[in-house]
């Protein structure tokens, strides 16, 4: 499937294009004469451009309503978009998991799949996971692996454009691994790469808490916490794709590490101990002192990591993701402290999607590049400059 009508189209074949494809996808079926009304464009340019759509392999035509082939006469002619034509991938690369999604061209999940890694595991063990669990769901799901037109990748770290991790203390030998290459070697199709807490930005804004909100931050909360934000819809990654590493504020005058703040004996939690920072929790809710101070500890600081990006930003909203979206109480010490700071607090809520944020982030990732590349006309909110 290449572009839609097999050269470079004019920009106004492509505006067209884009529209009568938008129409498409939005209808049930519809016919020349729907397409004209809807569009607002002639129908001889509608014919036209069904016609290349359907040379591209997007558009077929659809079998005539029940009530139509009844009638005298031939029924009008019935186009729908073929989501089968192509498919998209979206992976998370975790500490603990690998996940992946796999969708039509339309963004309809059609399968998942996951695997737990350790995480110890080296760079190539958590790469074979991924590739183990992408050939698993592939044929499960019966989709050959020449049908993918783009993948989406989060991962932990600083990411560069190329997809290479600049930066990423979260899993081991993974600062300075060149992953979008890496993973490219795999497949026959574009691979982009993101840091997980954007690719969770934007897929709450795709199907989550933020949905009718363009300015946006999402905080993945874990004892090195990150941030991702969208600025008038637009994915922000900021000039060295560092913005929303509230992580290290604590190198700015807070010696105190996270790890320490939350232990409760003195020595710092391992930053990928998931299940030793969910017992000081539990000891949390059951009474224990010393855990409730822990706790009190780690809440104070995330509210002002998250603090200190809301008065740079000004979000209408803050979402709440990661582990730390099963914490009591997180979210009013996080809107009194707002309140204390800004002018006008954002509205703070907890994640809708949980621990398929990531993936479906990448997923978007995907989508939005295989519509930039074959029928939109300006960037999408995923786009790189």
């Given at each position: 499937?290449g572009?839609?009508?097999?050269?470079?189209?004019?920009?106004?074949?492509?505006?067209?294009?884009?529209?009568?494809?938008?129409?498409?996808r939005?209808?049930?079926?519809?016919?020349?004469?729907?397409?004209?009304?809807?569009?607002?464009?002639?129908?001889p340019?509608?014919?036209?451009?069904?016609?290349?759509?359907?040379?591209?392999?997007?558009?077929?035509?659809?079998?005539?309503?029940?009530?139509?082939?009844?009638?005298?006469?031939?029924?009008?002619?019935?186009?729908?978009?073929?989501?089968?034509?192509?498919?998209?991938?979206?992976?998370?690369?975790?500490?603990?998991?690998?996940?992946?999604?796999?969708?039509?061209?339309?963004?309809?999940?059609?399968?998942a799949?996951?695997r737990?890694?350790s995480?110890?595991?080296?760079?190539?063990?958590r790469?074979?996971?991924?590739?183990?669990?992408?050939?698993?769901?592939?044929?499960?799901a019966?989709?050959?692996?020449?049908?993918?037109?783009?993948?989406?990748?989060?991962?932990?770290?600083?990411?560069?454009?190329?997809?290479?991790?600049?930066?990423?203390?979260?899993?081991?030998?993974?600062t300075?691994?060149?992953?979008?290459?890496?993973?490219?070697?795999?497949?026959?199709?574009?691979?982009?790469?993101?840091?997980?807490a954007?690719?969770?930005?934007?897929?709450?804004?795709?199907?989550?808490?933020?949905?009718?909100?363009?300015?946006?931050?999402?905080?993945?909360?874990?004892?090195?916490?990150?941030?991702?934000?969208?600025?008038?819809?637009?994915?922000?990654?900021?000039?060295?794709?560092?913005?929303?590493?509230?992580?290290?504020?604590?190198?700015?005058g807070?010696?105190?590490?996270?790890?320490?703040?939350l232990?409760?004996?003195?020595?710092?939690?391992?930053?990928?101990?998931?299940?030793?920072v969910?017992?000081?929790?539990?000891?949390?809710?059951?009474?224990?002192?010393?855990?409730?101070?822990?706790v009190?500890?780690?809440?104070?600081?995330?509210?002002?990591?998250?603090a200190?990006?809301?008065?740079?930003?000004?979000?209408?909203?803050?979402?709440?993701?990661?582990?730390?979206?099963?914490?009591?109480?997180?979210?009013?010490?996080?809107?009194?402290?707002?309140?204390?700071?800004c002018?006008?607090?954002?509205?703070?809520?907890?994640s809708?999607?949980?621990?398929?944020?990531?993936?479906?982030?990448?997923?978007?990732?995907?989508?939005?590049?295989?519509?930039?590349?074959?029928?939109?006309?300006?960037?999408?909110?995923?786009?790189?400059?």
């Open positions: 499937m572009r839609l009508t097999g050269g470079d189209p004019s920009l106004l074949r492509r505006i067209n294009s884009a529209v009568v494809l938008h129409a498409l939005g209808a049930e079926s519809p016919t020349l004469t729907d397409l004209t009304r809807i569009t607002g464009l002639s129908r340019t509608v014919e036209g451009v069904v016609e290349g759509l359907m040379e591209g392999g997007l558009v077929v035509e659809s079998a005539p309503e029940e009530g139509e082939a009844r009638r005298q006469g031939r029924p009008a002619r019935r186009f729908r978009f073929r989501a089968e034509a192509g498919h998209l991938l979206g992976i998370e690369i975790g500490p603990h998991r690998v996940a992946a999604l796999l969708s039509g061209l339309d963004g309809r999940i059609v399968g799949g996951s737990e890694v995480e110890t595991a080296s760079a190539d063990e790469l074979e996971k991924v590739r183990a669990t992408v050939a698993d769901l592939l044929r499960r019966g989709v050959a692996r020449s049908s993918l037109r783009a993948v989406g990748v989060g991962s932990p770290g600083i990411v560069e454009a190329d997809g290479t991790v600049r930066l990423g203390t979260a899993l081991p030998e993974w300075g691994l060149a992953l979008g290459e890496r993973l490219r070697r795999s497949f026959r199709c574009p691979v982009l790469v993101e840091n997980d954007n690719a969770a930005a934007v897929a709450e804004h795709w199907k989550g808490a933020a949905t009718d909100s363009d300015d946006i931050v999402f905080v993945l909360a874990g004892l090195s916490p990150g941030a991702g934000s969208l600025i008038g819809g637009r994915l922000h990654r900021g000039f060295g794709g560092a913005a929303g590493e509230i992580g290290a504020l604590h190198l700015l807070r010696d105190v590490t996270p790890e320490k703040l232990s409760t004996t003195g020595e710092p939690l391992h930053p990928l101990d998931e299940q030793a969910a017992d000081v929790f539990a000891l949390a809710k059951r009474g224990d002192s010393g855990a409730q101070e822990a009190e500890r780690f809440i104070q600081r995330l509210v002002h990591d998250v200190a990006l809301v008065l740079a930003l000004d979000p209408e909203l803050v979402v709440v993701g990661g582990w730390a979206a099963g914490i009591d109480g997180v979210l009013d010490p996080l809107r009194q402290e707002l309140a204390r700071y002018l006008r607090p954002p509205r703070v809520a907890l809708l999607l949980g621990e398929a944020a990531v993936a479906t982030g990448a997923l978007r990732l995907a989508l939005d590049h295989v519509e930039e590349q074959l029928f939109a006309v300006e960037g999408t909110v995923t786009a790189r400059r």
